[in-house]
């Protein structure tokens, strides 16, 4: 939701599939891996090429993964400034899918990491299911002390909308970023969002 890390890493998934003969554009890897993790993202796409996944996937993911924690990725249009703009005693947590490494390392990149801790959690790591269950969210809501169905949820994937809508949070699709193709928001909005946002200017609105 913050980096543009789904556009990056869906980039690196897709043009992996057509380098073993398996045509996938970034659009195909986004529709059917986004937002997955861990064996379910394997699953996915052992699914879409109809075998088991050569073994050198792993080295090229972990090579890739390592740079992109290096460098950094950008951040998605106008997310640093909406957090920034939060007031302070606003209860608030990350509920991420990806590593805690991975969490705090770009938290770092962008600075944020202080405007969360030490409420940021990992679907890997804090709970037993990740998304799409909704776990990770009612543990995230648990921690800032706010009761679920008083806890506004921005999710810009559709396997995390399920979930927070499972959760029974208030749910913004957030439509921003260079993975939001044409249509995305209403993809978000027939999982069950209950809002669309375009930009953070509009998640600011929708939350005032």
Same mark, same amino acid.
């Given at each position: ?49 109809? !075998? ?97 169905? !008083? ?10 909308? !399920? ?13 921003? &970023?260079?993975?939001?193709?044409? &249509?995305?928001?209403?993809?978000? !909005? ?19």
């Amino acid at each position: 939701m913050l980096v543009e890390s789904e556009y990056v890493g869906n980039k690196q998934i897709a043009d992996y599939l057509c380098s073993i003969g398996h045509p996938t554009s970034v659009e195909d890897s986004m529709g059917n891996f986004m937002g997955l993790s861990g064996r379910d993202f394997l699953d996915a796409i052992e699914r879409w090429i109809g !075998r088991s996944l050569p073994a050198d996937f792993h080295t090229v993911r972990a090579a890739e993964d390592a740079r992109i924690l290096r460098e950094g990725i950008e951040a998605v249009a106008g997310a640093v400034a909406f957090i920034e703009s939060l007031p302070p005693e606003l209860p608030r947590a990350i509920a991420s899918s990806s590593s805690m490494e991975w969490i705090g390392t770009h938290l770092d990149h962008l600075g944020l990491r202080e405007r969360f801790e030490p409420n940021i959690f990992s679907g890997k790591e804090h709970v037993a299911r990740g998304k799409p269950a909704p776990d990770i969210y009612l543990h995230a809501a648990a921690a800032i002390g706010v009761p679920i169905e !008083r806890v506004a949820v921005i999710e810009d994937s559709p396997v995390g909308v !399920r979930g927070a809508v499972a959760s029974g949070a208030y749910v913004i699709g957030l439509a921003a &970023g260079s993975h939001c193709f044409d &249509g995305h928001g209403e993809r978000l !909005r027939a999982l069950g969002a209950h809002a669309t946002a375009h930009s953070f200017d509009e998640v600011a609105a929708a939350l005032a």
